[in-house]
Nanobody, 114 residues
């Protein structure tokens, strides 16, 4: 199992980023996927989740209305569109397969700063 996150960077408050997670080593299309984030000195928190078909999505209250999770099963990729980013969104972002539990990628750094 391999999860490779990309798309992070430095952005000003109010800006946008689109994160990608390329998955391999398992049958991507049958698994629900999550995005987590971990800010310095804080525990890792669940940001968004999507079912295997993409038919159901859930979000943390802190990002609802600003972030959108999506997936393209033919590309084995899950995305996180992040709009109206704020300094509190600064964190390392990870994708995760809850049913496979122990696999984490290296994450991608998102920094929101003036």
């Amino acid at each position: 199992v391999q999860l490779v996150e990309s798309g992070g960077g430095l952005v000003q408050p109010g800006g946008s980023l689109r994160l990608s997670c390329a998955a391999s080593g398992f049958t991507f299309s049958i698994y629900d996927m999550n995005w987590y984030r971990q800010a310095p000195g804080k525990e890792r928190e669940l940001v968004a989740s999507i079912t295997s078909s993409g038919g159901s999505r859930n979000y943390a209250e802190s990002v609802k209305g600003r972030f959108t999770i999506s997936r393209v099963n033919d590309k084995n990729t899950v995305y996180l569109q992040m709009n109206n980013l704020q300094p509190d969104d600064t964190a390392v972002y990870y994708c995760y397969v809850p049913a496979l539990s122990r696999y984490w990628g290296r994450g991608t750094q998102v920094t929101v700063s003036p």
